[in-house]
């Protein structure tokens, strides 16, 4: 409600350091078992008077992948390089006045997904079967899926104090670009590949007035304006075979999106209960112009027949959409301080997610924005002289127009899955046993349906592992995608702190459910743990030293799972293997 575009699903805030008023900083290094090396120096200190800054220089380069081509004998899931930089500058003219300035760049090249392998359990529909090893990170591909991204951005933040409220200025610019060529084959034989070039633009400014620390009313009212333009060039999906098959796609979609907000919170009769209200209104506008080529001759290379003259190429008409959501959304809440130690909530929010267009495919029809209805009760305690600390809450929400993702052969598109309820309860703790150890876990329990999709892609596997392709079918009652039943998860950390420095160790384990990758539930990731250890020395003079291994059981965990009609069922890894290392972090200056 408080800031930033709409959503449905909650917000991750990232926020960066700031800058301190004395010199100081940080290097680090790390490599690890698949000859990832990476570094990181970060300065800080001040420029002049009333003006500090700090800078941060990141780089990474892998020297062995994860996995192989079978094919071709190259490696493939490796780090090519990673170069980022970030700097960011305080001023403080007044006492009332404080004024950031911020900037980032990023140069990114790898092999990390993209590459896609056979189903386990499956088999080609018109290919013979490929070669596998034990390494589910080993691919059989005519090449290797590579992704470039490139891109920064910067932005300025002001805070003024007004005496009764702070106003705050945020403006931000991004601009970044993504090319990636995927082979969609399942096999060494080329049958299906994409490749396309990305470009997105962004601009946001967001004014907001917020009330001080010392009101007893707390309040927040603001504006919000987003614009976005997302260019597509040469999206191409290549079809082998006699004859081949090139479907070129160029889009673009802007979107404008503006909106009002406001929120405050009032005590009510005593400081112990406070009932919160808030209001957000959006007007949102997207654009989208678009045409698809389809060309097709004797090779990808030559669309010309024996005397030169092409075979086909057939320019589909120009495409050109607009859609347009204004919503008003609220969230109401109410806590109580049960005892100095325990508050108890209860809320209800109403959220949008907007719709859009598929770039990559001129003839989807574009999808309609997401709504959700969101109720929750629960409480936050501290109890035991605060060596135990517990949230518990409960939660029933209702999508409308449900976003989903949907593969159209070997590309995906996001499609409307109509109704779906969510309902569960979490919790997470934290337990100090003695001063050296302590516990750290969490658990969620989670019921995801549909309750409404009657034009899902229904896959139709057969006895030998193939399919003749999905149907349309009704998926009320199925699990929605990527929600899992159960998810847990739990960390145990020992501390000893000696003259000479200090002493951790700690060891941590995240077990997840059966996870269903598409509306029918067949294809799915069996239920996992995923474990993980440090050992790590840090002297009194703020040198580190760590010792550290994550996925040590070596779960090989899809990223992704599809059906690329007509070749097969295709999944991805992209999540890393078992992987240990080391790193040395050097501090100097207070921290």
């Not at 305080?90 to 990114?108: E, F, M, N, V």
């Not at 090139?246 to 999106?257: F, K, L, M």
């Not at 699990?479 to 000893?496: C, D, E, M, S």
């Amino acid at each position: 409600t408080l800031f930033g575009r709409n959503a449905t699903g909650g917000v991750i805030q990232l926020s960066t350091r700031d800058p301190l008023d004395h010199f100081s900083g940080q290097i680090r290094t790390e490599i690890d078992n698949y000859a990832t090396a990476r570094g990181n120096v970060y300065l800080t200190g001040p420029l002049a008077q009333d003006v500090t800054a700090n800078l941060s220089l990141s780089g990474a380069h892998q020297g062995r992948g994860w996995g192989e081509n079978i094919a071709t004998g190259e490696e493939r899931d490796k780090i090519y390089h990673d170069l980022s930089a970030r700097a960011k500058i305080h001023i403080t003219p007044g006492s009332d006045t404080s004024i950031k300035l911020a900037a980032d760049y990023r140069d990114r090249a790898n092999s990390l997904g993209g590459n896609r392998s056979l189903v386990k359990g499956t088999t080609l529909n018109f290919a013979p079967p490929p070669p596998t090893t034990d390494n589910r990170w080993d691919v059989d591909a005519p090449f290797i899926s590579h992704t470039g991204i490139r891109g920064g951005g910067a932005s300025a933040q002001i805070d003024q104090q007004l005496g009764f409220a702070t106003l705050t200025s945020t403006s931000a610019y991004r601009d970044s670009r993504l090319q990636s060529k995927v082979d969609s084959s399942l096999s060494r034989v080329s049958q299906v590949d994409i490749q396309y070039d990305q470009h997105e633009k962004t601009l946001t400014q967001e004014l907001q007035l917020v009330s001080p620390d010392s009101s007893a009313i707390k309040w927040a009212t603001g504006l919000y304006f987003f614009r976005g333009k997302a260019l597509l060039r040469d999206g191409d999906v290549t079809v082998y075979g006699l004859p081949t098959v090139i479907a070129r796609t160029n889009g673009s979609q802007t979107t404008h999106s503006y909106s009002v907000f406001g929120q405050a919170t009032v005590p009510v009769m005593t400081d112990n209960t406070h009932v919160t209200l808030g209001g957000r209104y959006t007007t949102e506008k997207r654009r989208y112009s678009g045409y698809q080529q389809i060309s097709i001759g004797m090779s990808p290379f030559f669309f010309t027949d024996i005397a030169g003259v092409p075979v086909a190429s057939i320019d589909q008409a120009m495409v050109f959409g607009s859609q347009k959501a204004n919503k008003f959304t609220f969230r109401a809440a109410i806590d109580q301080k049960l005892t100095p130690d325990i508050l108890g909530y209860a809320s209800f929010n109403r959220g949008f997610k907007s719709g859009g267009f598929n770039l990559f495919r001129a003839d989807a029809p574009p999808f309609r924005p997401e709504s959700i209805d969101s109720w929750e009760a629960g409480f936050k305690g501290k109890f035991a002289d605060n060596r135990i600390r517990l949230n518990v809450a409960g939660f029933y929400n209702t999508y409308r127009d449900i976003q989903v993702q949907k593969f159209v052969g070997p590309s995906a598109i996001i499609v409307n899955g109509a109704k779906a309820r969510f309902y569960g309860v979490d919790a997470e703790a934290e337990v100090a046993i003695g001063s050296e150890l302590l516990v750290q876990g969490g658990v969620e329990w989670l019921n995801a349906r549909f309750t409404d999709y009657p034009d899902a892609d229904i896959l139709q596997p057969v006895a030998n592992g193939t399919s003749f392709g999905p149907v349309s079918g009704s998926a009320a009652g199925r699990a929605v995608p990527y929600a899992p039943n159960f998810t847990g998860n739990i960390r145990l950390t020992w501390t000893k702190e000696m003259q000479a420095g200090t002493l951790q160790a700690s060891v941590s384990d995240a077990y997840t459910s059966t996870v269903y990758a598409e509306p029918s539930n067949f294809l799915k990731t069996d239920p996992y743990h995923m474990v993980s250890a440090s050992l790590n020395w840090t002297s009194a003079s703020g040198i580190t030293v760590s010792l550290w291994g994550r996925n040590l059981l070596n779960k090989a965990v899809p990223s992704l799972q599809f059906y690329g009609f007509p070749i097969g069922f295709g999944e991805d890894y992209a999540n890393p293997p078992r992987t240990f290392g080391a790193t040395l972090t050097l501090r100097f200056g207070a921290q």
